[in-house]
């Protein structure tokens, strides 16, 4: 493994590691977060993520919303405002860059981030493992699903049905769709070249993809200003942020794989 021992900037790449890299053919990308912070919006589990005093982790829960709902509507159409009024920052930019360099079949973004941010800068081959902030469905599953936009005309909202609303996002404790967790670990699995960006690498299923790339013989780079649980793992380690490390991250790589 490769350390990152220059302040800002890459880290040095070895032969080894360019070798690999340079042979890389399926690439995919795993992004959370943090790859949003510069974009203004907060993270989960950084000093911005807490929300008025509230953790985020007992919000996003079934148990939370049927407890409250209209303290969680309240935290996502706060959410919703600050995503609103975002833009993409340059690491949303330099993946869509990646996707469009390679091709939506040799390049797969798996995020677990709901504000499509990704999507916004471009990006249009990804898979949204927890949803999207956008989208609402009925809290009792009748089926409808729907876009919803500020400002909400009642907190909570109600589905057509008489029911109330939830955003169509997976909370803590619930299934992931089951066909996008499994395109995601097939784009794990068969990935020479993983990027994890802006995550934590603590919420499961997602943080276990970067061990299915590496179990399959795959290359993965770290980019966090913080160490992880997944940093002793990595083949390279890019401390500092995406917004800044990503591009020139995604410069080489993009010339390395062709
Ligand atoms: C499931 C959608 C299976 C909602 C989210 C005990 C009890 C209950 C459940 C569990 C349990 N133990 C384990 C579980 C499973 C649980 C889990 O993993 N819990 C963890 C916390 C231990 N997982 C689940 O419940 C999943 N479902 O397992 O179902 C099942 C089986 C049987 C029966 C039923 C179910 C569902 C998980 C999905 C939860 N939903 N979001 C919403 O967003 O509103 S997850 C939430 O956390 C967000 O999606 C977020 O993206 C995600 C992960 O966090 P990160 O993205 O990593 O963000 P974080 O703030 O943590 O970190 C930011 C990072 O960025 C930091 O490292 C920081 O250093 C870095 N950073 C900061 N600035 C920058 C930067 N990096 C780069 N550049 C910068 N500028
Ligand atoms: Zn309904």
């Known amino acids: 493994m490769t350390t990152d021992d220059t302040a800002g900037g890459l880290p040095p790449i070895d032969d080894e590691l360019a070798g690999r890299l340079s042979a890389a053919r399926q690439v995919a990308a795993l992004t959370g977060a943090g790859v949003s912070a510069a974009s203004g919006i907060p993270t989960f589990r950084g000093p911005g993520g807490h929300w008025r005093g509230r953790d985020p982790m007992t919000l996003a829960t079934p148990q939370g919303f049927a407890a409250d709902p209209k303290l969680v509507w309240d935290w996502y ?4 405002e600050l995503i609103d009024a975002a833009s993409p920052n340059p690491a949303h930019q330099a993946l869509a860059a990646l996707e469009e360099r390679l091709g939506p079949e040799r390049f797969t973004l798996i995020t677990q981030n709901v504000d499509g941010l990704h999507r916004r800068a471009g990006s249009s081959h990804i898979l949204e493992l927890h949803g999207a902030i956008t989208r609402a469905k009925c809290a009792v599953e009748c089926g409808r699903r729907w876009d919803w936009t500020l400002p909400l005309d009642e907190i909570p909202p109600r589905c057509e049905c008489g ?4 955003p169509a996002v997976v909370w803590f404790g619930e299934m992931l769709d089951m066909d996008v ?4 670990q ?15 690498a603590v919420v499961e299923p997602a943080a276990s993809l970067p061990l299915v790339t590496r179990h399959a013989g795959g290359l993965v780079i770290e980019v966090n200003p913080e160490e992880t649980p997944l940093s002793a793992l990595v083949d390279l380690r890019v401390a500092g942020p995406a917004d800044e490390l990503l591009p020139e991250l995604i410069e080489m790589v993009g010339t390395a794989v062709g």
């Open 77 to 80: 159409a706060w959410r919703r």
């Open 163 to 166: 029911n109330l609303a939830r």
């Open 181 to 184: 967790i499994h395109q995601a």
């Open 186 to 200: 097939q784009a794990a699995a068969t990935a020479d070249l993983l990027l994890v960006a802006g995550t934590s």
